[in-house]
């Protein structure tokens, strides 16, 4: 079967880093997406890797492993309004976004 | 970047009734449509895949008589919850695939927070 896994909750503090880890077994891949997701909020979309390597925008960065089924989001310099749950979902073989069920990431002062 | 809207934002309604919700790409066309449903502090959980011109493909254990999708234009996917029961109370988002795009991105428009009485 399909499954996408990234840790339920993580705590961090207002200035610091983060990473959250997302490894996944899909059929197929065609890049792995990230998405924050506010409480009663849609998703909006962060980054897009369909290859190797990290892609860096601003405060955060994502990172993919095709060979281990892994990929990072690297929250920098938190700010309190990066307190949402971020979402890992991958493309697969027909293009179907699989979801993980999201990492609720809570900043403190 | 593409705009995606949803149309209510939050609706109440009586037990039995139905509901119609409202999908459309703003600024661009999309041949594909996703309807997606998340409970509280769940993830999202795909519904059906809508396509122009063709009927939904619906998920495994959704019910397509209770779930109408319709998708009778490029920019516009109606989703109508029939015989509404105190369970469908979810949140309700579409996305639209801008198949001209890069990479097959998915916009979400701002849900639709179903409370059926």
């Known amino acids: 079967g399909q499954n996408i896994d990234q840790p339920t909750e993580m705590t961090a503090t207002e200035g610091a880093i983060v990473q959250i880890n997302c490894t996944y077994q899909t059929s197929g891949f065609n890049g792995l997406f990230w998405y924050q997701q506010h409480a009663g909020e849609a998703p909006t979309f962060l980054s897009y890797?369909?290859l190797d390597g990290l892609e860096e925008k601003g405060r955060f960065s994502s990172f993919l492993s095709r060979s281990k089924g892994y990929s990072y989001l690297l929250l920098k310099e938190l700010q309190m309004k990066d307190s949402a749950s971020y979402l890992c979902a991958v493309l697969d073989s027909n293009y179907q976004l699989i979801w993980g069920a999201g990492t609720k990431l809570i900043i403190k002062p | 970047g593409a705009v995606v809207s949803q149309h209510p934002s939050r609706v109440i309604c009586k037990s039995g009734t139905s509901v119609k919700i409202e999908c459309r790409s703003l600024?661009?066309?999309?041949?594909?449509m996703f309807w997606y449903r998340q409970f509280p502090k769940k993830s999202l959980m795909l519904m059906a895949t809508s396509n122009e011109g063709s009927k939904a493909t619906y998920e495994q254990g959704v019910e397509k008589d209770k779930f109408l999708i319709n998708h009778a234009s490029l920019t516009l996917s109606t989703l109508t919850v029939t015989s509404a029961h105190p369970e469908d109370s979810s949140f309700y988002i579409c996305?639209?695939?801008?198949?001209?795009?890069?990479?097959?991105?998915?916009?979400f428009g701002p849900g639709t927070r179903l409370t059926v009485l």
């Open positions: 890797n369909v």
């Open positions: 600024d661009f066309q999309a041949t594909t």
């Open positions: 996305s639209a695939r801008d198949s001209s795009g890069d990479y097959n991105e998915q916009f």
